[in-house]
C-alpha cells in the first residue's frame, strides 16, 4: 500500500466478513457507494468473486483480476475463465496463490494501472 499511496491514490482496503460470497459483496458494495467519485476494484481468488458482486455500483468504472499463473490451490485456467466472464481486465503474474504477499510490488503495478486506466 505504500507504493499506492506515494502515487498519490485514495487508497481503501476492507477486510471482507467472510460470511457469504452474498453477504460479501453487499458489503463492499456499500462501502463502494459510500466513496464520493469513481473506484476501481482489483481481486485475487475469492477477492475477484466478491469484487464481481460489488462491481454493479454505479461509481465502479472497471474490476481487475489477478491471475497467478504458478497458483496451486487454484488452476490459473479458472482464474482466467472467472474474469473473462465477469468481464473484468486480467493481468497474469508468475506466482502462487498468495501473489500479494509474494510480489506486492508487482501486484501495486496492477493497481495503479487499473487506477489510471479506469
Do not use: K
Request: aromatic fraction near 4%; charged fraction near 20%.
Amino acid at each position: 500500500m505504500p507504493e499506492l499511496l506515494a502515487a498519490g491514490l485514495d487508497v481503501r482496503v476492507r477486510a471482507v466478513p467472510n460470511r457469504s460470497l452474498s453477504g460479501d459483496a453487499a458489503y463492499l458494495a456499500s462501502v463502494v457507494r459510500a466513496v464520493d467519485g469513481p473506484v476501481v476494484l482489483v481481486g485475487h481468488s475469492y477477492g475477484s468473486a466478491v469484487i464481481t458482486g460489488a462491481g454493479v455500483e454505479e461509481n465502479v468504472p472497471a474490476l481487475w483480476g489477478v491471475v497467478s499463473t504458478s497458483d496451486r490451490s487454484i488452476n490459473p485456467d479458472v482464474e482466467r475463465f472467472g474474469y473473462q466472464r465477469a468481464g473484468a481486465t486480467s493481468v497474469e503474474i508468475d506466482s502462487s496463490h498468495l501473489v500479494m504477499l509474494s510480489h506486492p510490488v508487482e501486484v501495486a503495478g496492477v493497481i495503479r494501472d487499473a487506477a489510471a486506466a479506469r
